[in-house]
């Protein structure tokens, strides 16, 4: 801390740290900060710095599951959705974790004691009325529209501060209080494998932003069709895939062959053999200050993620996305990697693994802190903020933010550390259910065909099908017993009626009933009061039997040959 005193008296009390200026002038930046995240640890009887739990909990409670049943001994597979080989750019191949428990010694014994709690009473004690009247109650704008969160924090903060209205027009757009675009862009995505299915516990929204360059034309100004023509070059650089547009373009007009037919015409689509951006990136591509290939983001890309409580919409009667946000989620990519230092990063874990016995693996480290946020190492930021005591969001402390950091280091299953973006539905007619640039509060999950995907060595499925098939619940933990009770007979059986459906519309598996939304509501408003999130945030009413304590040294899983895509 920084405290400057000019020949004046100052006055420090541990409490407030006052400081009394000669000229009667505001206190240090540093020391504001000092006193915002000191109220913060005060308020919320939580520590920004020292770890209490362990430095392990990037690996997920969802881990700890037990794969095979202690009566029947049937094997269950949730494990893959996350541990497969992954696509080049993405060189981590991570097939082995189907089937054995690899954890370091720090965390054999299970961190996440939430998971073992009977929370029933509590919840009881909260009714109906109140859950509802809490979760439609926002945490991010105070009264006048304002995002609190900007206000709140400290000048001098050097993370993320919220800049999203969530104020979107129908092609996804954000929008401030003056209507001027925040650079912010909504997609629609068919929702990951498990624990992020609404019927778990949360809703939730990711969106977009590509740098500065990417939304300008040559001269520097603010072009939005160009903006939109690089969010479809990245869409499919990304995924690999060719993107359709929702009109012609005239790619003289951008001297970039968007189409990969060698000349300039006229092209209704972008193919993943695009060699440049447009606009003012195009300039900056030629002179190598940013960069493109094949399942990466550019430098500076940003995403942000909303996870929300289960609001409940009579009309529809159906379940939406809650006002109340339980975290609000930020990454950014800071540097560029190229293909050959990021294989040489998964190859160095990967060597290292296998040159030790299992009992020996190690933690990972990342670099980093709550404030500017913790860096995996091919090339991302990220950074969250979480509910309060009250309510209230206020930052992530440095093990809060740990919990990130698993799931988007170090999996085959992500492209350049990321999930929702690559799952981005695909229509471009803004009238039908598939339509891809928009917000969830726009147009929900009711009507999204299940996606299909393809397996080595199996035919093409359907991706939630061979989910439930392969894990008999529509979560890792399978206690999610209204979903086991919709979708399997008495024997056990899956009911191919139900598959059908699920087919057409994904809503049937996803959302869950008006009792069981505000059951799991109340779960997680236990965890908020306790503050509790570094032992586990899932939204359990009574203890889980299906996850270990304790694992055992070079512990097993059952699953003897593993599924990879």
């Known amino acids: 801390m920084n405290i400057k005193l ?15 200026a000669c000229d009667g002038g505001s206190d240090d930046s540093d020391t504001v900060k000092s006193r915002y995240i000191n109220r913060q640890e005060k308020d919320n009887t939580i520590s920004y710095n020292d770890i209490k739990n362990t430095r392990g909990v990037y690996i997920t409670s969802m881990c700890y599951t037990k794969t095979q049943d202690s009566i029947t001994a049937e094997i ?45 009473i509590a919840v009881a004690a909260i009714s109906n009325a109140v859950i509802l009247e809490y979760v439609r109650q926002s945490n991010y704008f105070d009264g006048e529209g304002a995002i609190t969160l900007d206000k709140a924090l400290p000048e001098s903060w050097k993370g993320y501060r919220p800049d999203s209205y969530f104020n979107f027009d129908n ?63 990245v869409e499919a650089i990304v995924k690999d895939a060719s993107i359709q547009l929702p009109e012609a373009i005239d790619e003289n007009l951008y001297g970039v062959d968007l189409n990969g037919d060698g000349v300039l015409t006229s092209t209704s689509r972008i193919l993943p053999s695009v060699k440049s951006y447009v606009g003012r990136a195009k300039g900056k591509l ?56 990021l294989e040489r990063v998964a190859l160095a874990e990967q060597w290292e693994m296998q040159s030790l016995d299992s009992n020996e693996a190690q933690l990972s480290v990342f670099r980093g802190d709550y404030e500017a946020g913790l860096k995996n190492e091919i090339g991302w930021v990220y950074q969250g903020f979480i509910e309060d005591k009250k309510g209230d969001l206020r930052p992530q402390t440095h093990e809060e933010s740990i919990a990130c950091m698993g799931c988007h280091s170090h999996l085959g299953a992500t492209t350049d550390s990321v999930f929702a973006f690559p799952r981005k539905l695909e229509g471009i007619a803004k009238s039908k259910t598939d339509y891809g640039w928009n917000h969830w509060s726009q147009k929900g ?39 086991i009770d919709k979708f399997f007979d008495q024997n056990g059986n899956i009911k191919p009626s139900m598959l059908q459906k699920l087919h057409n519309d994904i809503s049937v598996l996803l959302l869950p ?21 570094i032992y586990g945030r899932d939204a359990n009413i009574k203890p889980i039997s299906a996850v270990f304590e304790t694992i055992k040294p070079e512990q097993k899983t059952g699953i003897r040959k593993p599924l990879v895509r």
């Open 445 to 483: 999950l009711a009507g999204i065909k299940e996606p299909r995907v393809k397996y080595k060595n199996i035919d093409e499925q359907y991706e939630y099908s061979f989910y439930l098939k392969n894990n008999h619940s529509g979560n890792e933990f399978r206690n999610n017993q209204e979903v």
């Open 6 to 20: 000019l020949f004046c008296t100052a006055i420090i009390t541990p409490l407030s740290f006052l400081i009394f």
């Open 286 to 341: 030629n002179r190598q200050e940013i960069h493109l290939a094949k399942g990466l983001f550019p430098e500076n890309t940003e995403f942000l993620h909303s996870v929300r409580y289960l609001d409940w919409n009579d009309t529809s009667d159906s379940v939406q996305m809650s006002a109340r946000m339980k975290e609000l989620r930020y990454a950014k990519k800071y540097t560029w990697s190229t293909y050959s230092e």
């Open 171 to 233: 092609e996804g757009f954000d929008h401030n209080k003056n209507n001027d675009y925040t650079g912010w862009r909504a997609f629609r995505y068919t929702p990951f494998l498990g624990t992020f299915w609404p019927t778990n516990g949360s809703t939730d929204d990711v969106l977009i932003r590509l740098d500065r360059p990417f939304r300008e034309d040559p001269s520097g100004d603010f072009n939005l069709l160009v903006y939109k023509l690089n969010l479809a070059i």
């Open 513 to 533: 009933s008006r009792s069981r939304a505000l059951q799991l509501n109340k779960a997680y408003k236990v965890t908020v009061g306790e503050q509790s999130y």
């Open 76 to 120: 269950f597979n949730p494990c893959y959705s996350c541990h497969t080989n992954g696509k080049v750019p993405n060189f981590y191949s991570d097939t082995a974790l189907q089937m054995e428990y690899n954890f370091p010694l720090e965390v054999r014994t299970n961190p996440f004691t939430n998971l073992f709690k009977d929370r029933g």
